[in-house]
């Protein structure tokens, strides 16, 4: 059964701290690994694709990477603005992992 | 651009009533999905429909069915509501290219409360 889980569920984060938020699979025949923001009251709204191993997307202060196993969104020297749900999805029916909800604080 | 609408933004439905959620994309995408999000459950696919006159079950698709009515439009039918559906309800689109799916586009959500 094709499954996706992301890591830690909640992070709080000091205004400049950077971190990573993990996003763990296992699927039958990646079709690509998707990064999504979610801001509350709002639909997801779509950050980055990977479609190999070893591929990195960069978007301002986000870097996204693929590994055969999990991929990690990096947020280097964060802002409160960078607030949000962070969400991975893969495969064909576009399965979506619980989450990650990131507080950054001033 | 209107990209993905979905109606109603907001309903509240007495348990064991009938609605039908709308949704309408205008960009030309094969495939469709219906999820639902509920507080720290992500989002949970319902059905999809990979093209016009197909149509699948997701992760939890008990309690509802879906019509693809044509290409633009994917429908979720709430036969008997009850509280437990109680949630926020996202549509979705994407356009797959080949073996590869490209990103998916989401609606606003409809808030939908069963009393």
């Known amino acids: 059964e094709d499954q996706v889980t992301q890591s830690p569920e909640a992070l709080r984060l000091q205004e400049g701290e950077s971190s990573s938020l993990n996003c763990s699979y296992t699927v039958s025949g990646l079709r690509g690994l998707f990064w999504y923001r979610q801001d509350p009251g709002k639909g997801p709204e779509f950050l980055f694709t990977?479609?190999?191993a070893g591929e990195e997307k960069e978007k301002e202060r986000l870097k996204a990477t693929l590994t055969k196993k999990e991929s990690f969104l990096h947020i280097t020297a964060p802002k409160p603005e960078d607030s949000a749900t962070y969400l991975c999805?893969?495969?064909?029916?576009?399965?979506f992992g619980q989450g990650t909800t990131l507080q950054v604080k001033p | 651009n209107a990209g993905v609408t979905q109606t109603p933004k907001f309903q509240v439905l007495k348990t064991g009533q009938s609605m039908t959620l709308q949704c309408a994309q205008d960009m030309n995408h094969n495939s469709m999905y219906w999820y639902r999000q509920d507080p720290g459950m992500g989002l949970r696919l319902i059905y999809y429909s990979a093209s016009e006159g197909t149509t699948d079950k997701g992760e939890v698709p008990n309690g509802y069915n879906v019509s693809r009515l044509n290409k633009r439009e994917f429908s979720l039918r709430l036969e008997s509501a009850a509280p437990s559906q109680t949630s926020v309800y996202f549509c979705a689109s994407s356009k797959p290219g080949g073996t590869m799916n490209t990103e998916a586009f989401f609606g606003q959500g409809t808030r939908l409360t069963v009393v």
């Open positions: 999805a893969c495969t064909g029916k576009l399965i």
């Open positions: 990977l479609y190999s």
